[in-house]
């Protein structure tokens, strides 16, 4: 099974990880790595080859595109390290990443994730006004 890394700001990824395992349970194949505010890019980086010395295959899920996390990731890539990289990560990114490793096919993360964005509002209201008229 595939490894997912989860990368942020502060302990962001942490909690995410503890809020997505409330939902689909323990997840031994999530690892976490935070950018604390005393930390530089170097303190970063050398917290995150820590993490994924041992891991043959994984996936990157960062905060922020552009933030340290993201950028110190992607310097990695540019430096010969193999990986998918993803920026924006919310609950449906983790989520459609666990479903798709459960399942054996992983589907379009970015796709998955956008459409967990919603106003509620529109998708509460969007019927009374489709009668109106």
Do not use: I, R, W
């Given at each position: 099974m595939s490894h997912l890394v989860l990368i942020s700001h502060g302990t962001f990824c942490e909690h995410l990880k503890q809020s997505t395992e409330m939902i689909m349970g323990p997840q031994e194949n999530i690892h976490t790595v935070t950018l604390l505010p005393e930390e530089g890019p170097q303190e970063f980086?050398?917290?995150l080859e820590a993490v994924i010395a041992d891991l043959a295959e994984f996936t990157v899920f960062c905060d922020l595109a552009g933030g340290?996390?993201?950028n110190v990731a992607a310097k990695m890539l540019m430096s010969g390290s193999v990986f998918d990289l993803y920026s924006g990560m919310n609950m449906p990114m983790v989520i459609s990443y666990i479903?798709?490793?459960?399942i054996g096919s992983q589907g379009d993360i970015v796709a998955q994730a956008q459409e967990g964005i919603a106003k509620v509002n529109?998708?509460?209201?969007?019927?009374d006004e489709d009668e109106d008229e």
């Open positions: 980086q050398a917290k340290t996390p993201c479903n798709g490793e459960m529109d998708v509460l209201f969007s019927d």
